[in-house]
């Protein structure tokens, strides 16, 4: 199993720019989960998924978009990329939403100039 | 709102000691305590969770003790290697109906050879 998979391993974006970080898990889980993850600051939750077609926010979810057409995919937008948006981001996904531990993608680090 | 808060933040144990790690939560209702190990350049992995309804669990090397009067809940590692050199977050998965997890801020451990 590839388990959780992210693209792009690193992406240089323009202020302004948008662009999609993908994030496909082949376990079946149905909540996948996007956080980013600062110096000093942990883990911080985007945007969350409970199945296909459920989406909702997190704590820092500005400036970001999800969809969940599929069990399968859960891809993050960036709609107008900031400075402040540089951050390492990792999408995980867990079988449900019952209390289980996460699977982590290997993370996408992204720069914003 | 609900946090976690874990201490040290940095911790160098010499080869062989052993390293104790804290998070302290505030939601007394909150049932599930995950925790991850994160190497450098990849995502984080789950090494050891407990669950509410008791208040220790080893596995080989790594233990981990909840204290749910105190509100807390230790990582224990034993026997340190080299190898055990990363960061580690501690995880509350709070008590809403779809456990958004919240992280704590890492702990950077170093074992000295």
């Known amino acids: 199993n590839a388990g959780v998979t992210q693209t792009p391993k690193f992406q240089v974006l323009k202020t302004g720019q948008s662009m999609t970080l993908q994030c496909a898990q082949d376990?079946?889980?149905?909540?996948m989960s996007w956080y980013r993850q600062d110096p000093g600051m942990g883990l911080r939750l985007i945007h969350y998924?409970?199945?296909?077609?459920?989406?909702d926010q997190g704590e820092v979810p500005n400036g970001y978009n999800v969809s969940r057409s599929t069990t399968e995919d859960f891809p993050l937008r960036l709609l107008s990329a900031a400075p402040s948006q540089t951050s390492v981001y990792f999408c995980?996904?867990?079988?449900?939403?019952?209390?289980?531990?996460?699977?982590f993608g290997s993370g996408t680090r992204l720069t914003v100039v | 709102g609900e946090n976690v808060e874990q201490h040290p933040s940095t911790l160098s144990v010499q080869e062989g000691d052993s390293a104790v790690i804290k998070c302290t939560y505030s939601?007394?209702?909150?049932?599930?305590f995950p925790w991850y190990k994160q190497e450098l350049g990849k995502g984080p992995q789950l090494i050891i969770d407990?669950?509410?309804?008791?208040g220790e669990k080893k596995d080989q090397r790594i233990a981990v003790t909840l204290n749910k009067t105190a509100k807390h809940f230790s990582l224990h590692i034993t026997e340190t290697q080299p190898e055990d050199s990363a960061v580690y977050f501690c995880?509350?998965?709070?008590?809403?109906?779809?456990?958004?997890?919240?992280f704590g801020t890492g702990t950077r451990l170093k074992v000295l050879a």
């Open positions: 995980a996904s867990r079988r449900d939403t019952l209390a289980y531990g996460y699977t």
């Open positions: 998924s409970v199945g296909a077609g459920i989406t």
């Open positions: 376990m079946n889980h149905e909540y």
């Open positions: 939601d007394s209702a909150s049932n599930y």
């Open positions: 407990i669950r509410s309804n008791v």
């Open positions: 995880a509350d998965s709070g008590t809403s109906g779809t456990y958004k997890y919240i």
